[in-house]
């Protein structure tokens, strides 16, 4: 990579640690020394062990499970590298946590993505870099630039080698109403027609599917989303498009794997045949299934690193 005069610096707190080295890779640079602990009582530590005077500072943290002390991490973090006098510090955040608190769902709800929006800014970022958010509309939160990238072409990549020419034996499945447009534009990108699960969430991480929008009979089905958390939304759409639209094989796509609570349990139990991840959150070897596929995000974040550094647009990205 050719950069300009100031140092570039990529650092990474603890969530991320094996795609801030793939990032680092991508752009011919070694990750920053650095060291994040805790004390005995819980606190965390952060030590620098490299100035960053002057430095254009890339800090890669996924705010995923423990959610509460990936944040904290990052907070820190940030705020070490602001009294360090660094140029520029960039919050590189391939998932954001809280990002599904977005607003007032009922009466005295906190809008918590907000709150964590303030909190990154507060503690002194310049800029964040972040891909698929939960709701877009989060990046109006910030009082800084938010460069949003997506993870559909990546997937989309690889689904293209899967259909190969037959695209008309495949049909791209929104799990939900809310997803419809993030389907829609999957589906373009692979040249297949597009059906929509309705359903209803009579309460948090519960769903029930009542239709089916569209045929799926004798069709090859790909249910795309921006995340996995407790698997029940795929799941139960993947089980109505078998049973009730008489799909023949279903696989799934997906940015986060969040994969809370049952959700390895449930994936494995599915009626789905693979499933796609992109590792913007690691998965623990002891919850990585057989019919897992993970895609790599780094090469589209090193790019998008090399051109926030050289101030050239991110949004021209292509995959």
Same mark, same amino acid.
């Given at each position: 990579?050719?950069?300009?005069?100031?140092?570039?610096?990529?650092?990474?707190?603890?969530?991320?640690?094996?795609?801030?080295? $793939? &990032? !680092?890779?991508? =752009?011919?640079?070694? +990750?920053?020394? #650095? %060291?994040?602990?805790?004390?005995?009582?819980? $606190? &965390? !530590?952060?030590? =620098?062990?490299?100035? +960053?005077?002057? #430095? %254009?500072?890339?800090?890669?943290?996924?705010?995923?499970?423990?959610?509460?002390?990936?944040?904290?991490?990052?907070?820190?973090?940030?705020?070490?590298?602001?009294?360090?006098?660094?140029?520029?510090?960039?919050?590189?955040?391939?998932?954001?946590?809280?990002?599904?608190?977005?607003?007032?769902?009922?009466?005295?709800?906190?809008?918590?993505?907000?709150?964590?929006?303030?909190?990154?800014?507060?503690?002194?970022?310049?800029?964040?870099?972040?891909?698929?958010?939960?709701?877009?509309?989060?990046?109006?939160?910030?009082?800084?630039?938010?460069?949003?990238?997506?993870?559909?072409?990546?997937?989309?990549?690889?689904?293209?080698?899967?259909?190969?020419?037959?695209?008309?034996?495949?049909?791209?499945?929104?799990?939900?109403?809310?997803?419809?447009?993030?389907?829609?534009?999957?589906?373009?990108?692979?040249?297949?027609?597009?059906?929509?699960?309705?359903?209803?969430?009579?309460?948090?991480?519960?769903?029930?599917?009542?239709?089916?929008?569209?045929?799926?009979?004798?069709?090859?089905?790909?249910?795309?989303?921006?995340?996995?958390?407790?698997?029940?939304?795929?799941?139960?759409?993947?089980?109505?498009?078998?049973?009730?639209?008489?799909?023949?094989?279903?696989?799934?796509?997906?940015?986060?794997?969040?994969?809370?609570?049952?959700?390895?349990?449930?994936?494995?139990?599915?009626?789905?045949?693979?499933?796609?991840?992109?590792?913007?959150?690691?998965?623990?070897?002891?919850?990585?299934?057989?019919?897992?596929?993970?895609?790599?995000?780094?090469?589209?974040?090193?790019?998008?690193?090399?051109?926030?550094?050289?101030?050239?647009?991110?949004?021209?990205?292509?995959?």
């Amino acid at each position: 990579m050719n950069f300009h005069g100031k140092d570039i610096k990529i650092f990474t707190c603890n969530s991320n640690r094996a795609v801030a080295k $793939e &990032i !680092a890779d991508c =752009l011919g640079i070694p +990750v920053g020394k #650095s %060291e994040v602990t805790c004390f005995s009582d819980g $606190e &965390i !530590a952060v030590s =620098l062990h490299e100035s +960053v005077r002057g #430095s %254009e500072c890339f800090i890669v943290q996924s705010t995923c499970t423990p959610v509460n002390d990936n944040i904290m991490e990052l907070l820190i973090m940030i705020d070490a590298m602001k009294r360090a006098s660094a140029a520029r510090i960039t919050a590189v955040i391939p998932y954001f946590g809280y990002a599904r608190q977005d607003r007032k769902a009922k009466a005295r709800d906190p809008i918590s993505a907000k709150l964590v929006a303030d909190l990154i800014t507060t503690a002194g970022a310049d800029r964040v870099l972040t891909m698929d958010l939960h709701a877009a509309q989060i990046q109006g939160f910030f009082n800084i630039p938010v460069d949003h990238i997506v993870g559909a072409p990546i997937l989309a990549n690889h689904f293209k080698q899967m259909i190969g020419d037959n695209p008309d034996d495949y049909v791209v499945v929104s799990p939900d109403l809310g997803s419809v447009t993030r389907a829609r534009n999957f589906a373009t990108r692979l040249g297949c027609p597009i059906a929509i699960i309705d359903k209803r969430r009579p309460k948090a991480n519960v769903c029930e599917v009542m239709s089916i929008i569209g045929d799926v009979k004798d069709k090859k089905v790909i249910l795309v989303d921006d995340m996995i958390d407790t698997a029940g939304t795929l799941c139960n759409a993947a089980q109505a498009v078998v049973e009730r639209g008489g799909a023949t094989e279903v696989y799934a796509g997906a940015t986060h794997a969040v994969l809370s609570g049952p959700a390895v349990e449930r994936l494995q139990n599915s009626v789905i045949k693979e499933v796609i991840l992109l590792d913007t959150i690691a998965v623990p070897e002891d919850r990585y299934l057989d019919k897992f596929t993970t895609l790599h995000v780094a090469p589209v974040f090193a790019e998008a690193i090399e051109r926030i550094y050289n101030d050239k647009s991110v949004s021209s990205i292509t995959v």
